[in-house]
């Protein structure tokens, strides 16, 4: 069993900063790359911002320049540190990794249960 847990969201103002964490935990072989999500009411998920095991790192259009995404010393923790926050970063953001669980024969996508961000004077 593999869990993603989320942390860090909550209520800011716009131009402010906030720090997502999401630590993986359970029966993990090995987890490859780890990534952020987020979903809007009304609209669909979309990437935030994906890190692979190795370090590298991409993101999405909307969030390029003002998102930084990372991995703890262990692989098994990622980081966002979201500034110059606008309300357009409403949303619930969710952490996804891609893991090989013990006692199965391949990576799996796994996905946290979100966590509440809201940009609002």
């Known amino acids: 069993q593999v869990q993603l847990v989320e942390s860090g969201g909550g209520l800011v103002q716009p131009g402010g900063s906030l720090r997502l964490s999401c630590t993986a935990s359970?029966?993990?072989?090995?987890?490859?790359?780890m990534g952020w999500y987020r979903q809007a009411p009304g609209k669909q998920r979309e990437l935030v911002a994906s890190?692979?095991?190795?370090?590298?790192?991409n993101y999405g259009d909307a969030v390029k320049g003002r998102f930084i995404v990372s991995r703890g010393n262990g692989k098994l923790t990622s980081y966002l540190q979201m500034n110059s926050l606008t309300p357009e970063d409403t949303a619930v953001y969710y952490c996804?990794?891609?893991?090989?669980?013990?006692?199965?024969?391949?990576?799996?996508?796994?996905w946290g249960q979100g966590t509440q961000v809201t940009v609002s004077s």
């Open positions: 359970g029966t993990i072989f090995d987890i490859n790359d």
């Open positions: 890190i692979t095991s190795g370090g590298s790192t």
């Open positions: 996804n990794a891609t893991v090989w669980a013990r006692g199965t024969t391949e990576y799996r996508a796994y």
